[in-house]
């Protein structure tokens, strides 16, 4: 069974710097693209961006929104996922949940996330 | 940056209602969009993809159609399980996924 456990949410000040991590199980996590995907308070949902396989580049894209921000990062010998976030804004506050992502961008497994306040 | 918007807002309906659910996109996204489904709570889950295929383990009484730049989910009859917000997403732009506001479907 596919499980992914999101884990460094907290409070942090605009401005601020925060890492989050991703524990994967349950596939084999060096053959999956892997996403970040947000949701605010009572609100939808913003991709954030996703890193490759190492067979196919292990390259990233980020969303315009958080370009020059946010960084994901792999580490395939921890089955680990992270997004390192700088200068924190007040609209970065949500939910932030890590997701499988089936190479074109649908999503087939969610963490159940981590919260992040920015205030 | 590809604009999805869904239409309605909320749908108020009853248990064995066939329901339609619109996706509408600012610029053509071929074939290359999903719908999710999210129960308060939850987390969303995957319904369809690349317009028209089921996910696995998804009910038959839910099918997707479209292509372009307009896109429909249909449940030919609700179950109370069904009542949720309902996402579409566009994975035709790579470099920037999109999901639309959302449609949420609510008991009458």
């Known amino acids: 069974e596919v499980q992914l456990v999101e884990s460094g949410g907290a409070l942090v000040k605009p401005g601020g710097s925060l890492r989050l991590s991703c524990a994967a199980s349950?596939?084999?996590?060096?053959?999956?693209?892997m996403s970040w995907v947000r949701q605010a308070p009572g609100q939808g949902l913003d991709w954030l961006g996703r890193?490759?396989?190492?067979?196919?580049?292990?390259?990233?894209d980020h969303a315009a929104p958080v370009k020059g921000r946010f960084t994901i990062s792999r580490d395939d010998s921890k089955n680990m996922l992270y997004l390192q976030m700088n200068g924190l804004k007040t609209e970065d506050t949500g939910v932030y949940h890590c997701?499988?992502?089936w190479g074109r961008g649908y999503f087939g497994s969610w963490g159940q996330g981590t919260l992040v306040t920015v205030s | 940056e590809i604009v999805l918007t869904q239409s309605p807002a909320t749908l108020s309906l009853s248990p064995g209602e066939r329901v339609t659910l619109s996706c509408r996109a600012s610029?053509?996204?071929?074939?290359?969009l999903a719908w999710y489904q999210q129960k308060p709570g939850q987390v969303p889950r995957l319904l369809i993809y690349?317009?028209?295929n089921r996910a696995p383990g998804i009910p038959a009484r839910f099918s997707g159609s479209g292509s372009g730049a307009d896109f429909t989910l249909t449940i030919s009859s609700l179950e109370p399980e069904d009542f949720a917000v309902y996402y579409c997403?566009?994975?035709?732009?790579?470099?920037?996924?999109?999901f639309g506001g959302g449609t949420k479907v609510e008991i009458k």
């Open positions: 997403q566009q994975c035709s732009d790579s470099n920037w996924l999109t």
């Open positions: 349950g596939f084999t996590f060096n053959t999956v693209w």
């Open positions: 690349d317009a028209s």
């Open positions: 997701v499988t992502d």
């Open positions: 890193i490759k396989t190492k067979t196919d580049g292990g390259t990233t």
């Open positions: 610029q053509s996204v071929s074939s290359y």
